[in-house]
């Protein structure tokens, strides 16, 4: 599975992906989770903190005038899993993180690392890792480059009129999307900061797109983050984190169907 979260800057795209991406390595997926925009977010929501490595610039190299190809790529030599080896940190329950959106001096600048990106995404093996993917807000950017590589692209929507607007440009280009060759096959819908059911019903009906669960507001997110730790470490009983667990199964519900079979084989497990 290869997930792109999207949607407006603030939606909660970093504050979703980190929990669900730790969620899903619990369960046993190999799991990487990349950012690639340049408002720090999902290192947080990981538990990492907030981490300052980025791909470096001398991961990617500058074609020499003439030669054919794209004007960037990979480090002779370097291919896309000696990249996640190399670069990728450690995140709690195992996650991988790398992260390429930043602009900081030793870190490629961005043109740079979306061609990091875009190489080492296209050259993962078709079945491992899961990736979890936090992609620059706003509407255009996603589709030119960062989330050619999603097969289920999640638009995280808050209940605001702006927050809907943008989700339905979203899922636009997501079907219509100048960089996706095959186009993601799924594309849903997670409500985020909702106050109530309202909140949901009204997302679902102004964007008539499939939404697969909602994400209640709750103080401990932005008290979570303030801390520069995870909602999932600070407040593991919350009904916030109730709710990403849910939306975690739906997104992958083979993960869930197996852990089913594997709770009723053990003795006393099961319903
Ligand atoms: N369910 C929630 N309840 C309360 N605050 C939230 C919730 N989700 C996100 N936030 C807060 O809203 C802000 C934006 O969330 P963030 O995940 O950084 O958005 P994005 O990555 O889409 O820009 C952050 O300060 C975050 O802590
Ligand atoms: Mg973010």
Redesign the pocket.
Known sequence: MRVAFV??????????AGVIARLLARDGEDVLAVDS?P?P?LSV?LGLGVVESAIPADAVTEKAAGEPGPRFRLRQGLTATEAIDRYALLAPDGVRFLQFGKTRASAAPLMRSQWAFRQILDGLPPETPTVIG?LP?GTRQPFLGWAGYADTVVV?VPPTSAGMLSARRLAKLATTGPTTDTGPSRILAVV??ARDDADVERIRQRTGLDVIGS?????R??A??REGRSVLDTAPDSA?VAALTALAERLAPQRAAQRQAALADFPGGGA
Do not use: F, T
């Open positions: 949607g407006k800057g603030g939606a909660g795209k970093s504050a979703i925009d408002m977010g929501s936090d807000g995280v985020s900061q994400v209640p507001w709750d103080e997110v932005l979570a983050e916030v």
